[in-house]
């Protein structure tokens, strides 16, 4: 028998979340960020559910070429380009978009003579990890101009180092700073605004955004949940109770002993562990539903499964449904708990993990 746990992905609330960026940014275009197996939900599964997005925006040629193969043919953006001549090839294959952020980047493509890429130029406002110098733009950009092997024209970007911080100056600057290397090279097309520039940041409304975390249900922001930005979950972990026993006042739960029952009750085990993705530093207290009924996790996780206190749900039993994070719990309320953020919970998901897709 397959094991109960599961991720169900609800695909209509993916296609729900793009209109919510759609309608912040009316008059800019979307790149949907799907990286990272769409961000733990299934790259291929992920980007047919978002054909009305104009882009997609992903991290490595391998998951290019999964989608390429898997029939998608938006147009699709390498965000960190290539790292060596050898993949040109298959750029031009599979006619993808690559980002320029880097000298050696554009020393192969300033002697490679083959056919030409559409290319997109980063720009390091403030993140500091990939992108060229606000001082250098304006000369690596007539440089790619230049280039036979660059289609024209050529669009900017820069990456957002803050912008969950909506008390910080820090996305302001970057806006300014981006704008004062763009504003000098005439019309161009440029992207600036991640999910958090969506939402809060109108400045970073350039002619494209690239909507990542909030497609999947999640705010993008420290102090909000998603459904307070109309944004609804996609991912929904769930599993059953496999166990139920009464344990004595005094006696310790789980590895470790970390938990000691500060009364008679009733404790349920459920099929779901870090073998499964989940954080396995999630504490006691982090909050689980049981038929709908908000349950505590009691003592360590283990790789298999995890230990709850039944005392708010007395009639539980074997084989009832246990949802993990998802619909009706909030993953930015499971990753607070587990000291991590949304992002990591998603992607973490394990492949022993079971995936339904509902539209």
């Known amino acids: ?24 940014t009316p008059n800019a275009r979307q790149m949907a960020i799907i990286k990272a197996n769409g961000y733990g939900h299934g790259l291929v599964e992920v980007a047919r559910a978002l054909r009305r997005a104009d882009a997609f925006g992903v991290a490595t040629l391998d998951e290019a070429i999964n989608l390429r193969e898997g029939g998608i043919y938006h147009p699709i953006v390498l965000l960190e380009g290539f790292t060596r001549e050898s ?3 298959f750029i031009h294959a599979y006619d993808l978009e690559c980002v320029i952020h880097h000298e050696s980047q ?34 690596v950009y007539e440089r790619l101009m230049a280039c036979e ?19 910080d100056p820090t996305t302001e600057q970057q806006c300014q700073q981006f704008m004062s290397v763009v504003q000098p090279l005439g019309q161009v097309e440029t992207t600036i605004g991640n999910s958090a520039g969506i939402l809060a940041w109108p400045d970073s409304h350039a002619h494209w955004v690239r909507p990542g975390i909030m497609l999947y249900g999640v705010s993008p922001f420290k102090d909000s949940l998603a459904e307070q930005h ?6 929904t972990l769930k599993s059953e109770l496999i166990g139920v026993k009464p344990v004595k006042k005094g006696e310790r739960v ?65 084989g009832d449904s246990v949802t993990l994070w998802g619909e009706g719990l909030p993953v930015e309320t499971i990753a607070s708990h587990a000291n991590t953020i949304g992002y990591e919970l998603l992607c973490g998901v394990t492949q022993r993990v079971n995936y339904h897709y509902l539209d």
Not at 1 to 24: F, P, S, Y
Not at 282 to 293: I, R
Request: charged share 20%; aromatic share 4%.
């Open 149 to 167: 092997s660059v289609n024209k024209p050529i669009r900017l970007m820069t990456h957002l180092a803050n912008a969950d911080d909506r008390n």
């Open 106 to 139: 554009l020393a192969i493509l300033e002697k490679h003579k083959a056919k030409p890429m559409n290319a997109w130029l980063k720009i390091d406002t403030g993140m500091h990890r990939l992108g060229f110098d606000v001082a250098q733009a304006g000369v």
């Open 254 to 318: 789980g590895y470790g002993g970390t938990y000691t029952c500060n009364a008679d009750m009733t404790i349920g085990v459920v099929a779901i562990g870090y073998g499964d993705g989940y954080p396995r530093h999630a504490g006691s207290g982090t909050p689980v539903l049981v038929n709908d009924t908000r349950v505590p996790l009691i003592g360590r996780v283990s790789m298999d499964m995890i230990t709850i206190d039944l005392t708010a749900a007395p009639s539980a039993s074997v």
């Open 87 to 89: 993949e040109l090839p």
């Open 1 to 24: 028998m397959t094991r109960a746990t599961r991720a169900e992905i609800n695909l209509a609330a993916l296609k729900h979340n793009l209109q919510v960026a759609r309608d912040a």
């Open 230 to 235: 109309k944004l609804q979950s996609v991912m």
